[in-house]
């Protein structure tokens, strides 16, 4: 049955809003402003406060029943994030050790627990991060499940040959970031409510499958777990 002219209308000029909403959100972030933390020689991107919608969104049929309920969440304060996820190289220099089974100074540090990735944080000043900030910060003001197409935005098992990649080769997102989604998951600060041993993690990684692969999606394995696909990234409310 045709849609009538009147509902046509109204439903261009919903997806309008939309749209502008999306591009002012993303231009607010347009001027990138990055700074190296001394302690590891990483580079941090700035993002901005401001809010997005945690959750799963009800067009998305690739939904989890184990992600958050579909709710606006508010980002009260700024805050720096790794443009990339913590590498082997920097892990190296700042721990004395490189557990990661796929070597590679550039390739992001993996079999880290969360209490290690915890130490590292702390070691250069910083903390992992919230879920929330990392759901922001990842999204880069894109409300859909990815920033991007799948292929270009992200290591995964379509694409990685089972194994993961050095970071920053695939497009970042628009507030800057590489490797959001995909390559390694990423663990964050939060508890999950299930059970206080287990903590949350984010991206999905090269070992999963596309569905995994949404910034919406979360694990919540055992802290202690040390896997060959789990990683990180450090943030703060200010650099050292």
Sequence with gaps: MPIPSAKRLRLATFFLVICLASIWHISDHA??????????????????PGAYFTGCDPQDKECIGWERPR?????????????TEVTQAAYLSVMGSNPSRYRGPNRPAEQVD???????????????????????????????PRYGPLGEIAWYDG???????????????????FDMLGNAWEWVQDVCTCDAKRRIM?????????RDIRASNRETPLD??????????????SLP
Excluded at 31 to 48: C, E, G, M
Excluded at 116 to 144: D, F, I, K
Excluded at 202 to 210: A, E, L, Q, T, V
Aim: hydrophobic share 35%.
């Design 224 to 237: 202690t777990l040390q896997h060959r696909n789990i990683g990180f990234r450090c943030v703060a409310h």
């Design 114 to 144: 969360w209490y290690s990735a915890t130490t590292y944080c702390h070691r250069v000043g910083m903390r992992l991060p919230l879920e929330s900030e990392w759901e922001y910060a990842a999204l880069g003001g894109v409300q859909a």
């Design 202 to 210: 984010k991206g999905g990684s090269f070992y999963n499958i596309s």
């Design 71 to 83: 709710h606006k969440i508010l980002i009260e304060k700024g805050f720096w994030i790794g443009q």
């Design 31 to 48: 001027t990138v402003y990055a700074k190296i933390n001394p302690r590891d020689r990483l580079t941090y991107i700035w993002i901005r």
């Design 159 to 177: 694409n990685s040959n089972d194994t993961t990649h050095e970071v920053a080769q695939k497009q970042p997102s628009p507030y800057g970031l």
